[in-house]
């Protein structure tokens, strides 16, 4: 069996200079991808293997600050604390450059490069890589700027390395495995071991040192077994472990022994349902739609206006799990470039549950309608088709405005 190209990913807002190391590392044997900004490079972190990252360290134009790229390795790094990182640079941004080796990156390129020093230097850090990473376990990534999810990052970020048992609630599909994932990889323990709750044995509580145990559902956790994972909590920390529970329930509603309830929550992360992160719903959706893109070989697809009206409308009832299943199907079965809100309704006639418009999305969406009638003189076939939607989905949208 042949052995699998070393892959690059390149992160640089200039496509010819990702064309030119593109030519330059195929020619050395290299799988080679792009992306054009950091959103774009974490979605290609989570649809392929990636074992070097050249990083820019700014992406948009007038900035030579460096810290769109610092933010950038931070979220990589967040991703994979142990990524080989090499940034890229021109001369004026050496003082920023070696910052950014302060906050984890491997060694860096100064622009315009030399050839041979960027070879080297990418073969230097495939050598210092271990071959055993994370990433296999779970591809995915946290995705999003609302400050609900800012604040979670940031409490693991300064909490991960800690022995303090925690205790993550929300909603299905919220996000509650992807943030212990996120716990765990920070952490640097070596072993990870995931459980149901109704299923824990005793084989699940021995000793093992350097341990992250997740125990999901903990709501529902077998009778008899408080004692003994009480017991795994007060030995814990001599071994450097630590417990992640989840649940859909509130901690409130639990239904566990007082002193358990403390034990497993004495850092407690309440997962936002996607309705309260309606800032985040295009990002993510975008997010997905490359990584789907990428995974089946797709040219690349873009949300029309009307579409990403249509998602920050959602209730989202299952959340990101609806989420990346309706983009998902919009992406294989969709025939255009761009994914109209008729796309994203296609298995569910006029869409998902939706939430009380709020005013301002109203109004817009009213106003969208009302222009489309307009310019095509109220032919409400014609209109429909521009706004990408079925003739009953814009019929109701006009019964909903009162048009």
């Known amino acids: 069996m ?14 010819d200079l990702r064309k030119t190391a593109e030519l330059l590392l195929r020619k050395k044997g290299y ?4 992306a054009a900004h950091p959103d774009e490079a974490l979605s290609c972190l989570v649809a392929n293997s990636i074992d070097v990252i050249l990083l820019d360290l700014n992406f948009s134009r007038g ?19 142990k990524a080989a990182v090499l940034v890229v640079t021109g001369h004026s941004g050496l003082n920023i450059a070696v910052q950014a080796l302060r906050n984890g990156a491997r060694d860096f390129i100064m622009k315009p490069w030399n050839n041979d020093r960027l070879v080297e230097a990418i073969e230097a850090a495939l050598t210092a ?7 296999a376990l779970d591809p995915s990534i946290m995705v999003g700027h609302s400050p609900a999810l800012q604040r979670i990052a940031s409490a693991i970020d300064r909490c991960a390395p800690l022995t303090a048992s925690v205790l993550l609630t929300g909603e299905a599909g919220t996000g509650k495995t992807l943030a212990a994932m996120a716990f765990h990889r920070q952490s640097g323990r070596a072993n990870l071991t995931c459980v149901e709750a109704s299923a824990l044995t005793a084989g699940d509580l021995d000793d093992m040192a350097n341990t992250t145990l997740l125990v999901e559902n903990i709501d529902r956790l077998g009778e008899g077994q408080g004692p003994a994972l009480l017991a795994w909590l007060h030995r814990a920390p001599r071994h450097n472990s630590r417990l992640i529970a989840t649940s859909t329930r509130p901690r409130a509603e639990l239904g566990l022994d007082r002193g358990l309830m403390y034990a497993i929550s004495t850092l407690d992360v309440a997962l936002p349902p996607l309705r309260e992160r309606p800032d985040d719903i295009v990002q993510l959706a975008e997010h997905f739609i490359r990584i789907t893109c990428q995974q089946h070989g797709f040219a690349t697809r873009t949300l029309s206006p009307e579409a990403q009206a249509l998602l920050t409308s959602q209730a989202w009832d299952d959340n990101i799990h609806a989420l990346r299943h309706t983009i998902e199907r919009a992406v294989i ?4 470039v761009t994914i109209s809100g008729a796309d994203l309704a296609l298995h569910t006639g006029d869409g ?18 009302e222009d489309a009638l307009k310019r095509t003189n109220f032919n409400v076939s014609a209109a429909a088709t521009e706004l990408g939607l079925t003739r009953p989905a814009l019929y109701r949208r006009m019964a909903k405005h009162g048009l």
């Open 333 to 336: 079965l969709g025939d255009s």
């Open 2 to 15: 042949s052995q699998a190209k070393p892959s690059v990913l390149f992160i640089d807002d200039d496509p």
């Open 31 to 34: 799988s080679v991808h792009g």
């Open 352 to 369: 998902l549950s939706a939430v009380p418009v709020k005013p301002k999305l109203a109004a817009s969406e009213k106003t969208l309608i």
């Open 129 to 135: 890589r271990k071959p055993v990473e994370i990433k």
């Open 63 to 81: 900035q030579t600050s460096g810290e769109e790229g610092l933010a950038c390795l931070r979220d990589l790094l967040r991703h994979d604390p």
